[in-house]
Every structure is written in structure tokens, then in C-alpha cells.
């Protein structure tokens, strides 16, 4: 499973890892989770974080479970501002094509289904942006991103499959938040490929507008030749 690594590898040149705070994850240290979508009014709110998530999965080693932060922690911010969420999926290895594909898309919608206590997100299916609103109560209660990356990992690790999970948070005022833009763009445009791929009955490749993206991105050509029968 190689179709995101050129893109991790991206992230990685893009962060600065000397300056990142790292939080091995402990699942004790985790974060309310309050079971279902909730809402946290204006009046309510200490600020809002207007950003990006982006979910990237591998079959390589990415070492240990672990939250990292580039920036401020949450009790830090004190007005809104820009911030991306990336999350590094390790998984096993898995030679069939629609259950690597089935499980691709069961690590994407983990996003929806995690509800951390005052830390209201609106996330949207077609595209990378995440917005969050954090509560005051949430702040008074010492919220952090090392908690609700640990409540997001476990619940990554709760499928089988996954191996080991990375969640870095940014949040540093001078980052070049468009860099990891064009990575979220690119990322989407590889979901698109193998949504094509893997539900598609025409494989006429001169006729697709994903044929770009299926050249530049490492098994994509060929789980399309294999899946026509090419």
C-alpha cells in the first residue's frame, strides 16, 4: 500500500521535526469522547481554528504511536486562527486490492466518528477542510491536542489493521499552510483515482481526467491495468 507515500514524504519535508513537540500516546491520557456530533454555540466559544485534515496511509514502518505538535497547544491559542490536523496510518500489509481499498476508506471516515468533548468539528466529505470550535468549558477543563490526538489514535487502532497511527497538529502562526494545501488538493485528487479504479467500469484512459494523477502516482497504472484486465 504505496499510493500516499510520495505525499508523506512531503509532509515531512515541510515540517520542521526539531522544533515539533512529541507525546508518545497513552490511552489513559486521552480525551473526553462525548458519543455523538455535538454543538457549541458562538456565546460558548473561546475561539475557532480554521483549517485542513488529511488522512495519508501507508503499509511502511512510521515507528511508534505518538501526538506531535508544531506550534501552540490549544490552552496557548488564545484567538482563532489557521491549523492543519495530518494523520500517518501504518497498516498490514494487504495483497487484495478491494480489501486494501475497503480498509482505506474505514480509516478515512474515523475522522466522523470521533466526538471530543467541546472540540465541535465540521468536516466534509469532498474536500480537506476542517474547521473546530473549541468551548470555553473545554479550555477551563485543560483540553489538549496531546488528549484528543490520543482519543483520535485509539480510534484508529481499534481496527485490527492498523498498525501504528502519527497525528502531528500544526498551528504555528509562520507555517506555510499552503504548501500542506497543495498536498490536501493532491491527496484528494488520489482518493478520486482510486475511487475511479476500484468502482469504474470504463478504462478508457485517453477519456479520464484522472489519468494524470494514475502516471504520476506509484501502483496506480497498475491496479488499473489489473482491475480492466489489461
Not at 44 to 50: I, R
Not at 84 to 94: E, K, L, P, Q, Y
Amino acid at each position: 500500500m504505496n499510493f500516499f507515500d510520495s505525499l508523506i514524504k512531503e509532509v515531512k519535508d515541510e515540517i520542521n521535526f526539531d522544533r515539533v513537540k512529541k507525546y508518545p500516546y497513552n490511552p489513559q491520557n486521552a480525551w473526553y469522547d462525548c458519543g455523538a456530533n455535538q454543538l457549541v454555540l458562538q456565546r460558548e466559544s473561546e475561539y475557532e481554528l480554521d483549517g485542513l485534515g488529511i488522512d495519508l496511509v501507508t503499509s511502511a514502518d512510521i515507528g511508534e504511536n505518538e501526538v506531535l505538535i508544531l506550534g501552540e497547544d490549544l490552552n496557548e491559542i488564545i484567538s482563532g486562527r489557521s491549523f492543519a490536523r495530518i494523520s500517518i496510518v501504518s497498516i498490514n500489509d494487504v495483497e487484495d486490492e478491494q480489501k486494501a481499498y475497503n480498509l482505506i476508506k474505514k480509516i478515512e471516515y474515523v475522522k466522523y466518528h470521533y466526538f471530543p468533548t467541546g472540540y465541535m468539528m465540521r468536516t466534509s466529505s469532498s474536500s480537506f477542510k476542517e474547521v473546530v470550535r473549541l468551548s470555553k468549558q473545554a479550555i477551563a477543563d485543560s483540553i489538549s491536542f496531546e488528549k484528543v490526538g490520543n482519543l483520535l489514535i485509539g480510534k484508529y487502532l481499534a481496527n485490527k489493521s492498523v498498525k501504528s497511527v502519527k497525528v502531528i497538529y500544526v498551528t504555528d502562526k509562520n507555517f506555510n499552510y499552503s504548501s500542506l494545501k497543495k498536498i490536501a488538493d493532491k491527496n484528494n485528487e488520489v482518493q478520486k483515482a482510486l475511487n475511479h479504479v476500484m468502482n469504474s467500469v470504463n478504462f478508457d484512459c485517453s477519456s479520464c481526467n484522472l489519468k494524470p494523477i494514475c502516471d504520476e502516482v506509484e501502483g496506480m497504472k497498475e491496479l488499473h491495468f489489473k482491475k480492466s484486465g489489461m
